[in-house]
């Protein structure tokens, strides 16, 4: 497995309180990724990064916030949580380029955050 | 957007035969189209990737064709075994203007290899 944590990996929290979800590489890839995992919708991007203080959105971005202030570290925030917000979060990492084609193609996840909101 | 479908959602195996798997993409501007396998509470595994300038792929016991006229690629699975059984999933690519690959992801199929 790439040199990926997520952390924590397990968390219940109440309606309306702020979480932050960590991952950490130590692979020093310059791309990073957070992904929600729900029944019936597969993996969903939320935001990417593509270098240090640099992200976009994913098509599930609406309620949360990234950040990325090291190259090894990307945080996902849920300002106020919500009961559609309980899924399984995995954040991924690829590299700036593939096979000297200058584009990155694989992606490579990280074990995965439970997160529950009640 | 990109929007990806896949087949059957669920799929049983007699230990020994074959397997296919199904996918179908909207946008024809793709050109990466990754196979993932995840065990029960595991993370996604990329299992096999193919570009869009390749019609077929092999690895092994697996292999994964694209037919980009028709806008689907399959994974073939030869000669399960059980450790096989997991769910797959199949993606797309889109390409960002930041050098790297968005995925949209299909929804899944549920692999179980019957010993």
């Known amino acids: 497995d790439a040199g990926i944590t997520q952390s924590p990996r397990h968390k219940v929290t109440e309606t309306g309180t702020p979480v932050t979800l960590r991952c950490h590489q130590t692979?020093?890839?310059?791309?990073m990724y957070w992904y929600r995992q729900d029944p019936g919708h597969g993996l969903r991007l939320i935001h990417y990064?593509?270098?240090?203080?640099?992200?976009d959105k994913g098509e599930v971005s609406d309620g949360y916030s990234v950040s990325r202030s090291k190259t090894e570290d990307f945080l996902l925030t849920l300002e106020s949580a919500t009961s559609s917000q309980t899924s399984v979060y995995f954040c991924?990492?690829?590299?700036?380029?593939?096979?000297?084609?200058?584009?990155?193609?694989?992606?490579?996840f990280g074990p995965g955050t439970r997160l529950t909101v009640t | 957007g990109e929007n990806v479908e896949q087949h059957p959602s669920t799929l049983s195996v007699q230990e020994g035969d074959s397997a296919v798997i199904k996918c179908t993409y909207s946008?024809?501007?793709?050109?990466?189209f990754p196979w993932y396998k995840q065990e029960l509470g595991k993370r996604p595994q990329l299992i096999i990737d193919i570009r869009s300038n390749v019609g077929e792929k092999k690895d092994q016991r697996i292999a994964v064709t694209l037919n980009k006229t028709a806008k689907h690629f399959s994974l073939h699975i030869t000669e399960t075994q059980p450790e096989d059984s997991a769910v797959y999933f199949c993606a797309a690519s889109s390409r960002s203007n930041f050098g790297n690959e968005k995925l949209t992801f299909g929804t899944g199929t549920r692999l179980t290899i019957i010993p």
């Open positions: 990064s593509y270098g240090v203080k640099d992200t």
């Open positions: 692979e020093n890839h310059r791309y």
């Open positions: 991924a990492i690829s590299e700036s380029s593939s096979r000297g084609t200058g584009r990155s193609y694989e992606q490579y």
């Open positions: 946008d024809s501007a793709s050109n990466y």
